[in-house]
């Protein structure tokens, strides 16, 4: 007779049978398998030292890069969803020659935590796709190597036998 702990009741736990045929869920596909990039970007706070932790990613069908939030240091909730950097590049296409806050980024994100444009804006400078405004770390704009640094992240895209 098995012996119970603490008085408490004796916990059955059901059986989960392994048969495929009862599965009700699919098991999720990872197209993000092929990560070319990580990174780890200082929060744009001068009260802090902490940094944020991205990924760039090649989505395997699309064949296209994807950025995400992997972790931060020092609390903060954010958004681990895969963004496509063409849908990044075009918010920053229109931020030419003028200063942006980080809330211009909140079109690429689906839903998620109030930290999720600060974080991003901080791995957007470490990928020297942005600066810091003169007079303000909360103000951005295009990195003067901008255009390059596109052009070298598109590097890390290689071709499919589709693309060629």
């Not at 895969?82 to 690429?108: H, R, Y």
């Not at 935590?113 to 003169?134: I, K, Q």
Request: glycine fraction near 4%; hydrophobic fraction near 35%; charge should be neutral.
């Amino acid at each position: 007779m098995p012996r119970k702990l603490n008085n408490k009741e004796d916990v059955v736990q059901p059986t989960v049978s392994e048969s495929p045929e009862l599965a009700t869920e699919e098991t999720p596909v990872n197209h993000f398998a092929n990560v070319v990039l990580n990174g780890k970007a200082k929060k744009l706070s001068r009260k802090t030292e902490n940094r944020v932790f991205y990924e760039l990613s090649v989505h395997d069908d699309l064949n296209t890069l994807h950025i995400r939030l992997a972790s931060n240091e020092g609390g903060g909730l954010h958004s681990k969803e895969w963004i496509a950097l063409d849908d990044i590049f075009v918010v920053l296409d229109a931020q030419k020659n003028k200063l942006f806050k980080s809330t211009v980024l909140k079109s690429v994100f689906k839903g998620g935590s109030a930290n999720d444009v600060g974080f991003l804006a901080a791995c957007l400078r470490d990928m020297a796709l942005t600066s810091p405004a003169e007079n303000s770390v909360f103000l951005h704009l295009l990195a003067p190597e901008y255009e390059q640094r596109c052009k070298e992240l598109g590097s890390l895209v290689k071709p499919t036998e589709k693309s060629k």
